[in-house]
């Protein structure tokens, strides 16, 4: 996967610094020509109208951005095929490839699981394996690129790690359905539908463009229930030793990650998962790659959730030892015994307000007080913290 880093869009020297609304439609621009292929003559009616309607730059179809697009172009068709051994080169005709509409083909959705700001997660059948799969769609939409967010993160980072106690990855695509791109943005514009004919502007459709933007879909092992189901209804009926057995496995997870040069960066009940016996950290959407991360002057303080958040984040400066505070709070949650959400939610926050930890099993107050402390330095890391377990 190390080429991925080479010809991301978004880092691409030539396009790094473009505006977000010539990114998208040099993006745009290269789904069209997969979906397409040897047509020329759709390929451009539809860029007309596109380039009339405003969703294109036409700016992008020069010879300026020839590279851009081809680099873009690969990255795609890796992702859509593993078993596609010939990339295209500068001077090559776009093969007429079936790429589009690949997870309608191949999975039928069960339900929705659960949602964010970009991304959406679905519980899908393979239809050839009859499996299920938690599928993840991130919809590339131009906030997304104004953040400055690359949108195959998450793909290289879960592609590359390989351990119980971490969600499994098995493949990822990116999608596209023009038809629907058109229709959304028609709608927009005042068409109808039903008659087939404008009516002038319609504001109720105005979210509409955005479920049909470019997707890139995630596909990994699907889990029982998240640790936050867990806490919320199943908790009271374990021991204490068996809380701090399933809290181990995610202290395991989150060494495996970081001993891999990876930060997490958004450990929350949401984000863990049980499967079986077994453990599992999901959702790499937020994680970055030390090594590249480490050179970042300004690092971002828009991560992390309520009280799970270090506290450090806010001054842009931290490390790892991020993950193991909001392990260190998960601890303090799962070892309370709370009779309502709102008495759960006040206890936590009292907790981490004056560091008082009479109301949890003292065994495991000295650990759980290091790893909420505010001082980074004296946090302890997962492996110190898997060895203090163990000496217990």
């Known amino acids: 996967m190390s080429e991925f880093s080479q010809i991301a869009l978004y880092s691409d020297p030539n396009v790094s610094s473009l505006t977000k609304e010539k990114k998208m439609s040099l993006l745009v621009l290269v789904l069209l020509e997969i979906v397409f292929g040897n047509n020329n003559l759709l390929f451009e009616k539809t860029v007309e109208y596109l380039i009339k309607t405003n969703i ?35 001077d090559s005709t776009y093969a007429n490839l079936s790429l589009i509409n690949t997870y309608n ?24 394996d009859s499996q299920f799969y938690a599928i993840k769609k991130i919809i590339i939409t131009d906030d997304l690129l104004e953040l400055g967010y690359d949108v195959f993160d998450e793909v290289k980072m879960l592609s590359s790690l390989n351990h119980p106690n ?11 359905d023009i038809n629907s791109v058109i229709m959304s943005r028609m709608i927009e514009d005042g068409y109808d539908s039903q008659s087939k004919s404008y009516s002038g502007s319609n504001s109720t459709h105005s979210n509409s ?22 806490i919320d209804t199943k908790m009271q009926y374990d021991s204490i030793d068996q809380r701090v057995e399933y809290w181990k496995q995610m202290v395991q997870g989150i060494e495996y990650i970081h001993s891999q040069n990876i930060i997490h960066r958004d450990i929350k009940p949401s984000n863990i998962f049980f499967l079986g016996k077994y453990v599992k950290i999901g959702d790499f959407g937020l994680s970055k790659n030390i090594s590249s991360f480490a050179l970042q002057i300004n690092k971002s303080v828009e991560i992390g959730t309520s009280y799970y958040r270090a506290p450090e984040i806010d001054s842009g400066n931290y490390t790892q030892s991020i993950d193991l505070y909001s392990l260190g709070v998960i601890l303090i949650e799962m070892l309370l015994d709370c009779k309502t959400y709102f008495e759960r939610v006040t206890t936590i926050k009292n907790i981490l307000e004056t560091k008082n930890l009479d109301l949890i099993d003292q065994k495991y107050s000295n650990l759980a007080l290091g790893l909420i402390s505010s001082n980074t330095y004296s946090r302890p890391n997962a492996t110190q913290v898997l060895d203090f377990i163990k000496n217990l």
Not at 214 to 221: D, G, K, N
């Open 209 to 230: 463009t955005q479920s049909n933007l470019p997707v890139l879909f995630i596909q990994t092992e699907l889990c029982d229930y998240t640790l936050k189901d867990y």
């Open 166 to 176: 971490v969600i499994r990855y098995y493949s990822s695509w990116v999608d596209f």
């Open 105 to 128: 083909k191949t999975f039928a959705e069960v339900k929705e699981l659960g949602y964010g700001s970009f991304a959406s997660v679905y519980k899908s059948q393979h239809k050839i």
């Open 56 to 90: 294109l730059d036409p700016d992008t179809q020069s010879s300026d951005f020839l590279s851009a697009r081809t680099k873009l172009f690969n990255m795609i068709i890796k992702l859509n095929s593993s078993q596609l051994n010939q990339l295209v080169t500068n």
